[in-house]
């Protein structure tokens, strides 16, 4: 079975501090990883997402994540935060599986950034 | 290009209602795939469709169900609608069953 795994269900940092956002998945197959953030009272929005090539992919506002086979890992990171940055995010996992193709999200870190 | 459009946004059922909600994905977009969201199971998946065809379903009982047009748009219901239905229902649409996908902004049901 697929799964997915963030360790950390909340994650407070002061504004223009780094953060880590950590994610762990489960598959025996070949995997899409994506990362979406989600904003009070609103859907999900892609933040990044690795397909294939490059292990470390950026997206334009800051955020990159590293996909990590051996580890199967793909953290997520900024440098430096902001407090728009406040949001819930979710570490996705796509490939096939015997249930068919379907992405199976982790549960989700709810980030709050301080002034 | 218009984004994933939900309607309705809010919703408030009582027990034992039924309840259709709609999904127009992004124009060109063939996959259409439900979500449902809840503070304590978080995002689960319900189904895919590419196409009109089902492709994937979720671990969901029968009461829930759903469909796809011809152009590409969805609708999802829910029959005898019990308490712990009341989430939030995010439909995502996505050029094919390999794109990422693209989230509206949910319909919110309550059932009271």
């Known amino acids: 079975a697929q799964s997915v795994t963030q360790l950390d269900s909340q994650v407070p940092v002061f504004e223009e501090a780094p953060v880590e956002l950590r994610c762990n998945y489960s598959?025996?197959?070949?995997?899409?990883l994506f990362w979406y953030v989600q904003y009070p009272n609103q859907g999900l929005q892609l933040l990044l997402k690795y397909l294939s090539g490059s292990t470390l992919v950026e997206s334009i506002n800051g955020f990159e994540a590293e996909f990590n086979k051996s580890q199967t890992s793909f953290h997520l990171r900024k440098p430096s935060v902001h407090i728009s940055d406040t949001a819930e995010y979710f570490c996705a996992v796509r490939g096939w599986t015997t249930a068919g193709n379907k992405l199976t999200f982790g549960g989700g870190t709810r980030v709050l950034v301080k002034p | 290009k218009a984004g994933v459009t939900q309607t309705p946004r809010y919703l408030i059922k009582t027990r034992g209602q039924q309840v259709t909600l709609s999904c127009s994905p992004i124009?060109?977009?063939?996959?259409v795939s439900w979500y449902q969201q809840t503070p304590g199971q978080g995002l689960q998946f319900l189904f895919e469709y590419f196409s009109e065809t089902q492709r994937n379903k979720g671990n969901f009982p029968g009461r829930f169900s759903g469909r796809q047009f011809s152009n590409s748009r969805s609708e999802m219901n829910v029959s005898t609608l019990e308490l712990g239905d009341s989430a939030l229902y995010l439909c995502?649409?996505?050029?094919?069953?390999?794109?990422?996908?693209?989230f509206g902004n949910g319909t919110r049901l309550t059932v009271t």
């Open positions: 598959s025996s197959v070949s995997v899409y």
């Open positions: 995502a649409s996505s050029l094919d069953v390999n794109s990422p996908l693209h």
């Open positions: 124009s060109g977009h063939r996959s």
